[in-house]
């Protein structure tokens, strides 16, 4: 999601200055997508490690979790397109920034009750919200617009 929205926002930037923060912001977007996109079968590739069977579902809950998945595409196609068409650059960023505020919060309490073989795993995920938030704040420091 960070990594298409802040596409759309760079399509919007305006000042070189604040498309290289931007683009900086890209990068590590698409780092966290990454990792984010890697994050189950690590976490798995740990439990194994020590002896561990992955998690297991009932059907039930698989089903419900493909449902939150299918309610988050949606949702995310729906938040792109009002990026698209109604918010400035300053305007996504800061979207952006708030949102993953809060998952950053969440993440980095998570920490503290993570397995420590899965610590690693965790970590790097924190690291790279974390660095993505960074590159957010850079961006709206160097946007006037923001400022108002």
Known sequence: MFASALRIALGKAQGCASAAALSRALLAAESLETIEANFESSINASKAKRGEKPTR???????????YTADGAAFQAQQLTEFETALSASQ???ALAAGLASDLQF??????????????????LVSAKRELHVALKAFLACTPESAA
């Open 57 to 67: 579902l009932s059907k039930s809950r698989r089903s419900q979790i493909d449902q």
């Open 92 to 94: 996504i960023v800061a």
């Open 107 to 124: 993440w980095s309490n998570a920490a503290k009750y993570t397995h420590p073989d899965d610590l690693p795993v965790v970590n790097e």
